[in-house]
């Protein structure tokens, strides 16, 4: 069964050090996503993804973070300049199509711990 | 803002007793609902889904019935396993938008 992959599945960094964070969604998918979930918290949305432009990003998603399809099959989430808050697991999915109803498949997350 | 609420865990059971899982959210559409699973150590896995009211999905023994009226989507299971162990996310989507999570709820299974 075709699944999203994430490496690396853990990143330990400085503060104010970049980060990029890679996933490989699933082949025949159209659009992507990712999300992160603070320790003990809720899962919450970064960032959707399609033709090569963001459709759609939260508040967390600030200047900090872009998203990049530099291929056919990678979907890569970076943070410039980490900041201790940002330790927390980072979830990529992707769907087939957009609009209620559809599912959106996730990788099994990188985890990441600011220092 | 849509937002999706679970009952608090943990929650801790002996193995075959019967689970349920409140889940209740706030939209102002019509949202589609899903139960997401996330076992030790592992990504999020779709357990189940509902796209309009009445609907009931199912999976593995688990179910949960989209209730429009009381704006509800409980997940139940008849006879709860160890395997089961894991921590249970309600979330909603609306057309065209990302996925509204609940905060989770951790079960417990005791042999």
């Known amino acids: 069964e075709p699944e999203v992959t994430q490496t690396p599945s853990h990143q330990v960094t400085q503060m104010g050090q970049e980060v990029i964070l890679r996933c490989v969604p699933i082949?025949?998918?159209?659009?992507f996503y990712w999300y992160r979930q603070i320790l003990g918290q809720k899962v919450e949305f970064l960032v959707s993804?399609?033709?090569?432009?963001?459709s759609e990003k939260s508040e967390i998603f600030d200047d900090q973070f872009s998203v990049e399809r530099p291929d056919g099959s990678n979907f890569t989430l970076k943070i410039r300049s980490t900041k201790l808050e940002d330790s927390a697991m980072y979830f990529c999915?992707?769907?087939?199509?957009w609009g209620a109803g559809e599912t959106q498949y996730f990788g099994p997350g990188t985890r990441l711990l600011v220092l | 803002g849509d937002s999706v609420t679970q009952m608090e865990g943990p929650v801790t059971l002996s193995e075959e007793a019967f689970l349920t899982i409140n889940c209740t959210y706030t939209?102002?559409?019509?949202?589609?609902l899903f139960w997401y699973v996330q076992y030790p150590g592992e990504g999020l896995q779709l357990l189940l889904k509902?796209?309009?009211?009445?609907d009931k999905g199912s999976n593995k023994g688990f179910e949960a019935t989209y209730r429009k009226e009381t704006t509800s989507f409980h997940l139940e299971k008849g006879s709860v396993q160890v395997s089961d162990s894991a921590v249970y996310f309600c979330?909603?989507?609306?057309?065209?938008?990302?996925?509204?999570f609940g905060p989770g709820t951790r079960l417990s299974v005791l042999p």
């Open positions: 999915a992707s769907s087939g199509a």
């Open positions: 939209a102002t559409g019509y949202p589609s």
């Open positions: 509902a796209t309009k009211a009445d």
């Open positions: 979330a909603l989507t609306q057309a065209g938008q990302n996925f509204v």
């Open positions: 082949s025949n998918h159209l659009y």
């Open positions: 993804f399609y033709n090569n432009e963001i």
